[in-house]
């Protein structure tokens, strides 16, 4: 309880206890902490297995890696249409694989962190004496076409930040790295690729890649060498842990229910009803719809709406809110109520660029009036 209040209130980066603090309240870390040395060990290593078991091209045998595999045999071919078949399914991780490619390679383009080479590339993936295939390569090789995949969800990314630069147009904008190195957006990329494999009932929705992208930029730039080297494997761990508390945001079929996005919309109305009526009433009058900027709000826990290091001060009271994250729809009514002068002057057009553009970058104001009405 007391590491909770104390987060609330901001987490301190140096020393890497932000990072160790994210690991405790994402329940990554358990409270004994004569524990965590074997349990990172445990975790970090089955991470490795994920890496044996899911990023291998059928067809390659693993007897180095103590791993047979004899499976491409006259029932199992590149063509055999059987829904079971291994190649069949390659085909359809590519699809998936493809829609991951085009997100992370644009992710947080505001900061060249995630272009960089890492200093912890994968040895597994890039050791030479493995025949694994990198993402990267599997992408270029595939002739599939990204505009063929549809798991994307209306309004996700709808409309970037003002705040935020524009990515490259084109693939070929970014730096290529040599042999041997592999950029922090690879990485980023498989541990999204991997969470598809072993959650196939979700799979991937575009905006996943803005979830991962701070938590792997706080574990990757943890000034505690042991701790940064494993950075792939404890993001990894401490997203699915996070995508368990706030995966039904991204479950289409469940947007109306009472567990769904729609659901979490309406109750920033509802509490904005209750905080300040003539702000609802403006709001309801021009017919602007929660959906229309709350959607990518809640969704992406304001990913999108600050810069990288603000976003990454709100998640420390986001992470260490009680309630698992009722707070952030009382920072949703705070922007509204932070602006409310402007919205209530402003025609549908001019506060609809408002909401999708968010003004305000003062992230400690507005956490700030969100404690205030958390309080009232």
């Not at 409270?31 to 390659?60: D, N, V």
């Not at 399914?89 to 060249?112: A, G, M, W």
């Not at 147009?169 to 040599?178: D, F, Q, W």
Request: hydrophobic share 40%; net charge negative; glycine share 4%.
């Amino acid at each position: 309880e007391k590491l909770r209040e104390l987060s609330f209130s901001g987490i301190p980066c140096e020393g890497g206890l932000r990072c160790l603090c994210w690991k405790i309240l994402l329940n990554y870390l358990p409270l004994e902490r004569a524990s965590w040395t074997s349990i990172l060990a445990k975790q970090r290593e089955l991470y490795s297995q994920f890496l044996r078991e899911m990023i291998i091209q059928p067809g390659i045998a693993k007897a180095n890696m103590g791993v047979s595999r004899e499976d491409v045999t006259f029932e199992d071919h590149p063509l055999n249409p059987n829904p079971d078949s291994r190649w069949n399914t390659y085909f359809k991780d590519n699809e998936v694989l493809l829609q991951i490619d085009k997100d992370v390679r644009r992710l947080c383009p505001d900061i060249s962190f995630f272009q960089r080479a890492t200093e912890y590339p994968c040895l597994l993936i890039l050791d030479p004496q493995n025949e694994f295939e990198t993402l990267r390569k599997r992408v270029e090789q595939t002739t599939l076409k990204s505009q063929t995949v549809a798991r994307n969800r209306s309004g996700v990314t709808n409309m970037s930040s003002p705040h935020k630069n524009s990515a490259p147009s084109s693939l070929n904008e970014y730096e290529v790295l040599p042999n041997g190195c592999e950029a922090h957006w690879e990485v980023v990329e498989r541990i999204l690729f991997i969470y598809a494999k072993l959650n196939p009932g979700i799979a991937y929705v575009q905006g996943m890649n803005e979830i991962v992208g701070p938590l792997y930029y706080t574990f990757a730039t943890d000034p505690n060498s042991e701790w940064k080297e494993h950075a792939e494997a404890d993001t990894f761990f401490c997203f699915t842990n996070l995508m368990a508390e706030i995966r039904d945001n991204f479950i289409k079929s469940l947007d109306d229910s009472q567990c769904g996005i729609t659901y979490k919309m309406e109750k920033v109305y509802s509490t904005l009803k209750d905080k300040d009526m003539e702000l609802y009433l403006k709001l309801q009058e021009q017919n602007i719809k929660p959906q229309f900027f709350a959607f990518r709000w809640l969704t992406l826990l304001l990913s999108q709406e600050f810069l990288l290091p603000d976003v990454i001060r709100i998640w420390d009271s986001l992470f260490a809110d009680d309630n698992r994250f009722d707070f952030l729809l009382l920072v949703c009514c705070a922007m509204l109520i932070l602006i409310r002068e402007q919205l209530l002057e402003g025609d549908f057009t001019i506060n609809m660029r408002l909401l999708q553009d968010y003004p305000i970058t003062d992230v400690c104001q507005i956490l700030q009036k969100a404690k205030e009405l958390q309080d009232s």
